[in-house]
């Protein structure tokens, strides 16, 4: 079940208008079949303010819930919200891609809930150039505003990756090239058993309506959707300043080099490649520990 940024929209910090946008679906959020029925801890948001801030982070990793009602009562929340949803729709793993890796680090500690954060990473140039092209409700951003996105988003996820009980790191590039066998091989290894994706078949998907929150105007397309990588689109001058600013991590995950791999980075960490964004899975489980068949 893909949610695409519930958690971030109805937990986190997303500022509210994103509740504005339709659900995937094509209807309005309170009136969704799957959204308008969900009721929410009408704190979560506040207490989301008070402790998913960068300069908060030893509160996300150290404070013991226990000890501080706030943070036992948010994890509390978001184990109810998943929960919840994984009851409305019967699904073993919700898909989530809110981009925030200091979300995933607090989910990770919620009770009754296995994350297993999939770190998606797009060549810096490709952020910059697709950020330059307006989308229905989604505006230009500045290259500006792409490169410092995508470097705390990156480092982020490479921080706080150990919080979660599994990871997975994804190259865009590679996914768009092969995305059947990616793909499956990225839901098996969080199933744990080998998963079929009928859907996809290289060089295209099948996609149904799905109910997702916030996300890109893209959602929206249905049936047969051709996947293709589209080249960056900037002049020489701001290739070679995309290029610079980004050039640590590009490095690290082999953009500046011929380095190309297809595979995904379950054991081998860096093996894949930019996040243009995290997105995680998360399995609501009946206590704390995994059930042999359902993780
Ligand atoms: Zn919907």
């Not at 680090?105 to 809930?113: D, Q």
């Not at 810096?124 to 290259?143: E, I, W």
């Not at 980075?265 to 609501?284: K, Q, Y």
């Amino acid at each position: 079940m893909s949610v695409g940024e519930a958690g971030w929209c109805f937990l986190g910090l997303r500022h509210s208008s994103a509740l504005t946008v339709p659900c995937g679906c094509g209807a309005h959020m309170s009136e969704c079949s799957l959204w308008g029925k969900l009721a929410l801890d009408p704190e979560a948001r506040i207490l989301a303010d008070r402790l998913i801030r960068a300069r908060y982070l030893h509160r996300i990793l150290w404070w013991r819930p226990e000890a501080h009602p706030d943070l036992r009562r948010f994890l509390s929340a978001a184990s109810e919200f998943y929960h919840a949803v994984a009851a409305q729709t019967g699904a073993a793993v919700i898909v989530d891609s809110s981009k925030s890796s200091l979300f995933a680090a607090v989910l990770a500690r919620a009770p009754g809930i296995r994350v297993h954060l999939i770190h998606m990473i797009r060549d810096l140039r490709g952020v910059v150039s697709s950020g330059q092209r307006p989308k229905a409700y989604t505006p230009v951003m500045s290259p500006r505003f792409c490169i410092q996105h995508w470097c705390r988003a990156n480092v982020g996820a490479e921080l706080l990756q150990n919080r979660a009980a599994g990871f997975s790191r994804v190259r865009y590039e590679d996914f768009v090239a092969h995305p059947k066998p990616m793909l499956e091989q990225l839901a098996s290894d969080i199933r744990g058993f080998p998963v079929s994706c009928p859907f996809l078949r290289d060089g295209s998907a099948n996609i149904q309506p799905q109910h997702l929150v916030g996300s890109n105007p893209d959602k929206f397309q249905c049936g047969e959707i051709p996947l293709r990588e589209r080249p960056p689109e900037l002049g020489p001058v701001m290739k070679k300043v995309v290029s610079l600013a980004g050039a640590p991590l590009l490095l690290r995950y082999g953009y500046l080099s011929k380095r190309r791999s297809g595979v995904i980075a379950a054991d081998d960490r860096l093996t894949g490649s930019v996040a243009e964004s995290t997105a995680l899975a998360l399995a609501p489980v009946s206590d704390h520990k995994l059930e042999s068949d359902r993780i």
